[in-house]
């Protein structure tokens, strides 16, 4: 049956070939989040194997698997990213007549990372053995992958490791290789199967090795992870002393956010939740991105109403719009604001990454859009990130939404904070995948750094997830409420703090250095 399977994916062509890979794409899509079915991976990473070698088999070289690849891709971004579609569907009469060009625009846009991985492998090592095939694709697909969080502004979103975010165990391998390596250790595991089928190996050795890398590998990487999370809770130690957080999620839609009818009752609903009762009285309060329509930097009449929520001692951190001025031209920022009890503005970071075409249009001018989020004109990005020295709290690196997601870019270079804080407005995303897959990536940063994250999500997810990735509390979508939470301690630097992306692109030049040596090793025999 697995002979049949495979010969069936060799022999495909034309529109059955297409189908197939789209097909195969869609299922590793199924291994992410908000799914989660990690197996998912195995048949569509052996079948993507199968399917180059059919290229191969054929004479085919770079065009072929660049299209074969490509379609794999389309599939599993189209499934992967389909809630690109739900930011359009905000302003539906403005922005809805998108959707058609987006949603395969952008997955087609992403495909083309999986195509030129897949198009290398065929022309270099078309012709060597499953294993060096194997090895090859993993460490090119992981290249690609890391080529795609830096390019174009870079959309580092659904990488194969986040396939473990579930098993938080396993998740503790990115301490040391980054999610990215981790993302290149699951294809190995995913797609050596395709050795089963390989004429040059005894069925024994076949199945032996098939299974080492299938089952042993992931096996060992959870064992090891269990090993260094030490299998317990949090004792008391593992905390900040001192410091009680709590995180506001007030559940505002994103059609009702910027409705000038409902403004005051924006803010008023945030003072209320921040004053609502609960076990402990907080010294910190924090609330989401953008949290109410209001520039709270400039508009002194609702900073000192919001500065009602601040703790006293303490302060409150909120999202902010903010109006900054240089050279008398005046620029629009999306910023976290530090305001204490006095309605003092203490601390200011302004998002550095911002979103192309939600926050600025890219080829103004040349491209006939205007961005997603209203306003005229687009946001002006800050200088970069920053550690913020926030009284009453060891210091902080703010990420204003989807900065979370680049691996290895959280933190300002040469300095390290206590934490790290995610403010997020993912009622841009929906309800499903949206979210979940956010708050997954988000919550990776947290192993990878060895620094707890803590997140204020206006509809969901907000969290407090400590620096092994264990969510301490959490809101779910949809959800309004306060999360009164301990600040965890922040661990030593780990391996991937300190060496960055140099340890992935170092395990994928090994996996391709093994391959080519196993190839001439083959040619030579």
Not at 170 to 179: K, L, N
């Amino acid at each position: 049956m697995i002979a049949n399977a495979a010969e069936f994916l060799r022999r495909s062509a034309g529109w059955r070939r297409a189908a197939l890979a789209i097909l195969l794409g869609a299922v590793a899509a199924l291994a992410l989040p908000p799914f989660h079915i990690v197996p998912a991976l195995v048949p569509a990473f052996t079948g993507l194997v199968w399917l180059l070698e059919g290229d191969a088999r054929a004479g085919r070289r770079f065009r072929h698997g660049l299209l074969t690849g490509f379609w794999f891709g389309l599939g599993h971004f189209a499934l992967g990213v389909h809630w690109i579609a739900e930011p359009l569907l905000v302003d539906a009469a403005r922005t809805a007549w998108l959707i058609p060009a987006a949603l395969p625009g952008l997955a087609a846009v992403l495909a083309l990372f999986p195509a030129f991985s897949c198009a290398v492998l065929v022309r270099w090592w078309g012709g060597a053995s499953v294993a060096a095939r194997v090895f090859a694709l993993a460490g090119l697909w992981t290249l690609f992958e890391i080529a795609r969080a830096y390019l174009f502004t870079g959309f580092p979103w659904n990488l194969i490791g986040y396939a473990w975010s579930d098993a938080i165990p396993v998740m503790q391998t990115s301490a040391f290789v980054g999610v990215f390596g981790l993302g290149a250790l699951t294809i190995v595991a995913a797609a050596m199967p395709a050795l089963l089928v390989a004429p040059d190996m005894s069925a024994g050795r076949r199945w032996a090795t098939a299974a080492l890398a299938t089952i042993v590998l992931p096996a060992l990487l959870w064992a090891g992870g269990a090993a260094r999370m030490g299998g317990g809770g949090q004792a008391d130690g593992d905390f900040v002393a001192d410091v009680r957080l709590r995180i506001v999620q007030a559940n505002i839609a994103q059609r009702d956010k910027w409705n000038p009818d409902l403004r005051a009752g924006h803010l008023d609903r945030h003072l209320a939740l921040s004053a609502a009762p609960g076990d402990a009285a907080p010294t910190h309060v924090i609330w989401p991105e953008t949290a109410v329509p209001f520039l709270l930097a400039n508009d002194v009449l609702a900073r000192v109403r919001a500065a009602q929520a601040a703790p006293p001692g303490g302060a409150l951190l909120t999202g902010s719009v903010r109006a900054a001025f240089l050279g008398g031209v005046r620029q629009v920022r999306n910023a976290m604001l530090v305001i204490d009890g006095q309605a003092d503005v203490r601390r200011v970071y302004d998002k550095s990454h911002l979103v192309p075409f939600g926050e600025y249009v890219p080829l103004r001018g040349v491209l006939p859009v205007e961005r997603i989020v209203p306003g005229q004109g687009d946001f002006v990005p800050g200088d970069g990130r920053a550690v913020l020295d926030v009284p009453g709290l060891p210091a902080v690196t703010p990420l204003i939404c989807y900065e979370a997601i680049f691996p290895g870019r959280v933190i300002p270079r040469g300095e390290r904070p206590g934490w790290l804080l995610n403010l997020t407005n993912d009622a841009w995303f929906g309800t499903f995948a949206g979210p979940q897959q956010h708050f997954a990536i988000a919550a990776a940063r947290a192993v990878e750094e060895g620094l707890p994250m803590v997140r204020a999500a206006n509809t969901g997810i907000s969290a407090v997830v400590d620096p092994y990735g264990r969510v301490i509390a959490r809101l779910g979508v949809g959800e309004a409420g306060v999360l009164d939470a301990r600040l965890p301690h922040a661990l030593e630097p780990t391996v991937y703090a300190r060496w960055g992306d140099a340890v992935p692109i170092i395990l994928s030049l090994l996996f391709l250095g093994g391959a080519a040596w196993a190839s001439r090793r083959r040619e030579s025999a």
